[in-house]
Each structure stands twice: as structure tokens, then as C-alpha cells.
């Protein structure tokens, strides 16, 4: 054994157990009461240890630009707007180096894999994979980055797009996006978007139906394609706001056809919050997908952060404890399965959507593993539990100390 973490609570995918964890050339070697050994040992004291959260759907190339853009509206129009107008003046170091400080935010708050998505178009060209694709290794010895390259601002109505799409996937893009409500063609976008993905056998993550209006709804299109072509378990709709709109019925239905076409959905609950209803001056909706309705239907679900520090989210600190919290409090969870569900959401579930086979504490897994200050799941959503110790690979990557009351 290299390492041994001495009584820790163990977050299981359908259980939690106090026990040791014993750790060796970079994976989970052992999981038992009383391990022993000659290798450092770091009593937990019963605290609770995850597999890592995973961030499923964050915005690296376009975070912490609130010094040149504003945020008055509160809109969704206003935020493609402004970040429109301030990517012109991107350069790959600007990227770099705001990519950078998101990043390692992630990573001390306990984040060890993420799916980044980075936007191509004939404004700011290949820029954003120039300056992320670099940091998959820098960072490695932290974080798992993969890169899902998308056209926010359209891509059959913003010729140049679909061959920088291309040859980000070539030059090392994992994933293909799209955003449909951005083009002129929001059908012939997603079919072309399936297209890309099986020419170069990718899978799909979509920014999809993003408003409150339950009309014009892409997402048949999507589980219709997902199932024509077999894509089954490969494809991803981010944000899905209109279905926060939907009536009982219909909610139903569209739940339905997710699970039978294996469609994994993403809430942005900080970015969807924010800007969702921003037009109303009262009976303001929350505009949040309902993603434990989802997987009450068998729709596999995740939550994750989106933006940072931008007209589409003014504020974060990319804490996936907190998206969690935040949307125990927009769903009204408050029983202690449901709050365990909102874990799942940051850990175990987006796990399965990004189709990672080696997640999890158990044996023979790598030893990515975050120690939360608190005893139990539930606790950890109930009270914002911060992450103590992370660990990738083995090997310690962020330590952080407890308060302490200074007591007279």
C-alpha cells in the first residue's frame, strides 16, 4: 500500500459504509475495516468520501469575462449579445489563462473529471481548442478534461463553422454539440450534428430548448435521430428549460420518449435560474428542468455548472456541492432519499452519461477519490459540505483545513 485513508464513509452508488481505504500504484486496492500497513495513513474520522464530483457541461473559453461584458437584462438574448461582441478581442493566452483559473477553482472543490464545451465559428476560429486542448495534460495529474466543440451561434446559418467543427474533432475534440435554437435550421442543424458524430464515432451533447415557451420543442427531433442511428447512451441535451413549462401529460410523454431513445439530460440549475423568466416583472418561473422527475421515469440525469462569471451566470464558484444544494432548494427536496438523489446527480449519474467505465470507490478503480467535511450524503447536500482532501490517481492534489472556533 502507498496510502491508507483510515475510517471514511463511503459514497456507493446504492449505499454508504464506513471502512478503510487502501491505495497503491495509483488505484483503490482495498476497501475493509483495519487495513494496516507501512504506508502514510490519514484518519478521516468517519467523514465522507466521493469518487470525485464530475462537471458534465461547463463553459472553460468564455468564464470570468465580466470585466468587459455586462449583465443588466438578465436575459438570455442579452447574454449571446455581450459574449458574442466580447470574443472578437479573444487571443488563445486570454483563454488560457481565464481556462486556467476556472479549472483549478474545479479542482479544489473537489471536481476530478469534466466535459468542457468550447465554441468554433468564424469570429473566434479555433482559438478556444488552441488554448484547452494544451491544458488535458497540464492538468492530468488533477483532472480528467475531455473537450465537446459546439457553434453557439449557429452553425447552417454561419458559414465556416461546420469545417472548424471538423477540424477540432481532428485535432483532438472528443465530443460534438450543437445549439439549435441558434439557427436558422434547428432540424437540419441536429441532423447534421449526428452526421459529424457518427463520420467520426463521437458522442453528442446538445444545448437544447432553452426558454419557457413548451412550443417548438427540439427534443423529438433528438431521440428521434438518437434512435433512427443507434446512438442510444451516447447523446446529452443540456438546459431543456421548456420542460420546467410542460403540462403533467406532456411531461410524461416527453419522459417517456427520453428513456425508450436512451437520452441523458443536463440542468444547469445556476445558469437556468438566472435567466429563465428574466422578462417577467412578477410570478417569475424558475425555468429548471425537473430532473428528479426524469429519473423517476428512468432518464439518467445530471446537474453541473455551466458558466462562470459571465452575462449567462454573474456569479460562481464552480462548487458542485452547491449546484446540488441549489437545486434540492428549486425542486423542493428535502427528504433524505431525495437529497442522496441530488448527489448522484454531481457524481454516479453523469459518470454513466459521459460513459465511464472505471468511476466509482471500489477496487481496482483509479484512486480518484474527494473527502467531504460531513458524515453522510445527505449531510453533505443539507449543510454545503466543503471537500478536505482530493485525491487523483493516489495522489493527494488539494488539501483544504477545517474551521476551528477560537474560543477565549
Same mark, same amino acid.
Given at each position: 500500500?502507498?496510502?491508507?485513508?483510515?475510517?471514511?464513509?463511503?459514497?456507493?452508488?446504492?449505499?454508504?459504509? $464506513? =471502512?478503510?481505504?487502501?491505495?497503491?500504484?495509483?488505484?483503490?486496492?482495498?476497501?475493509?475495516?483495519?487495513?494496516?500497513?507501512?504506508?502514510?495513513?490519514?484518519?478521516?474520522?468517519? $467523514?465522507?468520501?466521493? &469518487?470525485?464530483?464530475?462537471?458534465?457541461?461547463?463553459?472553460?473559453?468564455? !468564464?470570468?469575462?465580466?470585466?468587459?461584458?455586462?449583465?443588466?437584462?438578465?436575459?438570455?438574448?442579452?447574454?449571446?449579445?455581450?459574449?458574442?461582441?466580447?470574443?472578437?478581442?479573444?487571443?488563445?493566452?486570454?483563454?488560457?489563462?481565464? =481556462?486556467?483559473?476556472?479549472?483549478?477553482?474545479?479542482?479544489?472543490?473537489?471536481?476530478?473529471?469534466? #466535459?468542457?464545451?468550447?465554441?468554433?465559428?468564424?469570429?473566434?476560429?479555433?482559438?478556444?481548442?488552441?488554448?484547452?486542448? &494544451?491544458?488535458?495534460?497540464?492538468?492530468?495529474?488533477?483532472?480528467?478534461?475531455?473537450?465537446?466543440?459546439?457553434?453557439?451561434?449557429?452553425?447552417?446559418?454561419?458559414?465556416? %463553422?461546420?469545417?472548424?467543427?471538423?477540424?477540432?474533432?481532428?485535432?483532438?475534440?472528443?465530443?460534438?454539440?450543437?445549439? &439549435?435554437?441558434?439557427?436558422?435550421?434547428?432540424?437540419?442543424?441536429?441532423?447534421?450534428?449526428?452526421?459529424?458524430?457518427?463520420?467520426?464515432?463521437?458522442?453528442?451533447?446538445?444545448?437544447?430548448?432553452?426558454?419557457?415557451?413548451?412550443?417548438?420543442?427540439?427534443?423529438?427531433?433528438?431521440?428521434?435521430?438518437?434512435?433512427?442511428?443507434?446512438?442510444?447512451?451516447?447523446?446529452?441535451?443540456?438546459?431543456?428549460?421548456?420542460?420546467?413549462?410542460?403540462? $403533467?401529460?406532456?411531461?410524461?410523454?416527453?419522459?417517456?420518449?427520453? =428513456?425508450?431513445?436512451?437520452?441523458?439530460?443536463?440542468?444547469? @440549475?445556476?445558469?437556468?435560474?438566472?435567466?429563465? /423568466? !428574466?422578462? #417577467?416583472?412578477?410570478?417569475?418561473?424558475?425555468?429548471?428542468? @425537473?430532473?428528479? #422527475?426524469?429519473?423517476? /421515469? /428512468?432518464?439518467?440525469?445530471?446537474?453541473?455548472?455551466?458558466?462562470?462569471?459571465?452575462?449567462?451566470?454573474?456569479?460562481?464558484?464552480?462548487?458542485?456541492? #452547491?449546484?446540488?444544494?441549489?437545486? =434540492?432548494?428549486?425542486?423542493?427536496?428535502?427528504?433524505?432519499?431525495?437529497?442522496?438523489?441530488?448527489?448522484?446527480?454531481? %457524481?454516479?449519474?453523469?459518470? $454513466?452519461?459521459?460513459?465511464?467505465?472505471?468511476? /466509482?470507490?471500489?477496487?481496482?478503480?483509479?484512486?480518484?477519490?474527494?473527502?467531504?467535511?460531513?458524515?453522510?450524503?445527505?449531510?453533505?447536500?443539507?449543510?454545503?459540505?466543503?471537500?478536505?482532501?482530493?485525491?487523483?490517481?493516489?495522489?493527494?492534489?488539494?488539501?483544504?483545513? &477545517?474551521?476551528?472556533?477560537?474560543?477565549?
Amino acid at each position: 500500500m502507498d496510502l491508507i485513508l483510515k475510517d471514511t464513509t463511503i459514497l456507493g452508488e446504492s449505499d454508504e459504509r $464506513r =471502512a478503510d481505504i487502501g491505495i497503491a500504484d495509483g488505484k483503490i486496492a482495498a476497501i475493509e475495516t483495519g487495513i494496516t500497513g507501512d504506508a502514510k495513513i490519514l484518519d478521516m474520522e468517519g $467523514r465522507l468520501a466521493v &469518487p470525485g464530483f464530475i462537471e458534465s457541461h461547463i463553459h472553460l473559453d468564455k !468564464a470570468c469575462i465580466l470585466d468587459r461584458c455586462k449583465s443588466v437584462e438578465g436575459t438570455l438574448d442579452e447574454a449571446i449579445r455581450e459574449v458574442s461582441a466580447a470574443k472578437k478581442e479573444f487571443t488563445v493566452e486570454d483563454i488560457r489563462t481565464r =481556462a486556467i483559473r476556472t479549472l483549478e477553482k474545479c479542482i479544489l472543490q473537489g471536481t476530478t473529471r469534466m #466535459r468542457a464545451h468550447l465554441e468554433v465559428d468564424p469570429v473566434i476560429g479555433i482559438k478556444s481548442i488552441d488554448a484547452v486542448l &494544451p491544458l488535458i495534460d497540464d492538468y492530468a495529474w488533477a483532472i480528467d478534461l475531455e473537450i465537446c466543440v459546439f457553434p453557439q451561434e449557429g452553425l447552417l446559418n454561419n458559414p465556416g %463553422t461546420d469545417e472548424l467543427m471538423v477540424e477540432a474533432l481532428k485535432r483532438g475534440a472528443r465530443i460534438v454539440g450543437g445549439c &439549435p435554437y441558434t439557427d436558422s435550421n434547428p432540424r437540419g442543424q441536429i441532423e447534421r450534428v449526428f452526421e459529424i458524430a457518427r463520420e467520426f464515432d463521437v458522442d453528442i451533447d446538445f444545448h437544447l430548448d432553452f426558454d419557457t415557451n413548451p412550443e417548438g420543442m427540439s427534443v423529438g427531433n433528438v431521440c428521434e435521430l438518437t434512435e433512427k442511428h443507434g446512438y442510444g447512451g451516447r447523446v446529452a441535451i443540456g438546459h431543456v428549460s421548456k420542460l420546467s413549462a410542460l403540462p $403533467r401529460d406532456k411531461f410524461a410523454e416527453t419522459t417517456e420518449q427520453l =428513456a425508450n431513445a436512451g437520452v441523458a439530460v443536463t440542468v444547469l @440549475p445556476s445558469t437556468d435560474l438566472y435567466l429563465m /423568466g !428574466a422578462d #417577467r416583472d412578477h410570478d417569475i418561473v424558475r425555468g429548471v428542468a @425537473p430532473a428528479h #422527475r426524469l429519473v423517476e /421515469g /428512468g432518464v439518467n440525469c445530471s446537474l453541473s455548472t455551466n458558466n462562470v462569471l459571465n452575462p449567462f451566470t454573474p456569479f460562481g464558484d464552480c462548487s458542485m456541492i #452547491r449546484m446540488a444544494n441549489l437545486y =434540492a432548494n428549486i425542486g423542493q427536496i428535502g427528504t433524505d432519499a431525495g437529497l442522496r438523489q441530488c448527489l448522484e446527480l454531481v %457524481t454516479h449519474r453523469p459518470a $454513466r452519461l459521459m460513459r465511464f467505465e472505471d468511476y /466509482g470507490i471500489a477496487v481496482g478503480n483509479p484512486a480518484d477519490i474527494v473527502v467531504l467535511d460531513c458524515s453522510s450524503s445527505v449531510a453533505a447536500v443539507q449543510e454545503l459540505a466543503l471537500p478536505l482532501f482530493g485525491f487523483k490517481r493516489g495522489r493527494q492534489t488539494f488539501t483544504r483545513e &477545517p474551521a476551528k472556533l477560537l474560543r477565549p
